[in-house]
């Protein structure tokens, strides 16, 4: 018998079969797959800010690929952290939830001070960079808190509103602020993971090479479209009409790119042990690659400028493959990897 339990280690204990004792504790395992998973959506994530920044804008291929990692890697992430979200008593959801705020309010700050031109309200309650997703995942986690069981035991009807709050979330005049539209618009995504945390989640390998064939067709497909797609960010209202369709169409493609990418993931123990630490890669790589308006240039884009070196998508992989490295290096130094969350230090003296 297994039971999956919750929190950041997303462990699995392993319980001994009825009749039996086991002696000490409870042994744990890790779902390395799961795990590898997560460290390539995490490389997608940096990959993903890299190929957004100005110095790549005349690239194609930078713009395709763009588009081709926009258009499912936030689902996935949303959906396998909704797939190791559970209700809590109390005593331990109010950490749960500081281990997010913590990040949130820290990095914010730091965004604030030493990247963002001028403070202002709006930037106040702009999330900076990437910090959106913890914020919304504080709402995710909050709503699944405290919905009631009776209503969250309606497995289909629940998917089925969020999904149709996620599509008329569009015409409400919510943007970054707070991360409001984010939250509303990726919120089927969450509860779809939680709902699936008992079920299967991965393709038989014999779909290996048709998951990649797929997602290498979709690849080829958006070179018919060489601009970035903005729409793909689901981080502000509909233009027009139309921006229904799109919602719903890029929606069912993150779906069925999911599934196809999970497929396909290479899966090792340094891989898994990287995914692992997913936060940290996450809000590390923000500090070296911020966003386009930063007043910081990103380290290797100005060393790379400084050597007249021309911003191409090949130029763009070395700059990705680096900052991956650097940040894994930088994770082996155990005060790094807390940095995420100060309090811990106090925690390991008490």
Not at 31 to 49: N, P, T
Not at 166 to 188: D, E, H, K
Not at 314 to 337: D, G, M, N
Request: charged share 15%; glycine share 2%; net charge positive.
């Amino acid at each position: 018998m297994q039971e999956k339990n919750s929190g950041p280690n997303e462990e699995i204990k392993i319980c001994p079969p009825q009749g039996m004792k086991m002696v000490g504790q409870p042994l744990k395992v890790r779902d390395d797959r799961i795990d590898s998973v997560k460290y390539w959506l995490v490389v997608l994530v940096i990959a993903g800010h890299v190929l957004m920044r100005k110095e790549f804008a005349e690239s194609t291929a930078c713009a395709v690929v763009w588009n081709w990692i926009y258009m499912f890697h936030m689902p996935l992430f949303i959906f396998i952290s909704g797939y190791f979200s559970r209700k809590k008593d109390m005593k331990n959801f109010l950490p749960s939830i500081w281990k997010l705020l913590e990040p949130l309010i820290l990095f914010h700050i730091i965004g604030l001070l030493f990247y963002v031109e001028s403070v202002s309200l709006k930037t106040l309650l702009i999330p900076w960079h990437m910090l959106w997703y913890l914020l919304s995942l504080i709402y995710w986690r909050l709503m699944l808190q405290f919905i009631p069981d009776k209503i969250l035991k309606h497995k289909k009807i629940v998917i089925i509103s969020t999904f149709c709050i996620s599509i008329l979330a569009g015409f409400l005049p919510f943007n970054r602020i707070l991360s409001l539209q984010r939250t509303l618009s990726y919120m089927p995504f969450f509860f779809l993971g939680y709902y699936m945390k008992d079920k299967n989640i991965y393709l038989p390998d014999k779909y290996k090479l048709l998951s990649m064939i797929f997602l290498m067709v979709i690849l080829a497909i958006l070179f018919f479209f060489p601009h970035r797609m903005s729409y793909l960010l689901h981080a502000h209202p509909y233009h027009n009409i139309n921006g229904v369709a799109i919602r719903v169409i890029a929606f069912s493609l993150a779906v069925l790119m999911s599934i196809a990418f999970m497929n396909i993931c290479y899966n090792t123990p340094w891989i898994a042990q990287q995914g692992r630490m997913s936060l940290q890669y996450y809000i590390y790589h923000a500090l070296l690659i911020p966003s386009s308006s930063s007043l910081i240039t990103p380290p290797f884009i100005a060393i790379f400028a400084a050597m007249s070196i021309q911003m191409t998508f090949i130029t763009a992989l070395v700059i990705i493959t680096a900052t991956t490295l650097l940040i894994a290096i930088a994770l082996k130094i155990p005060y790094v990897k807390m940095m995420t969350n100060p309090s811990l230090f106090f925690e390991k003296k008490l």
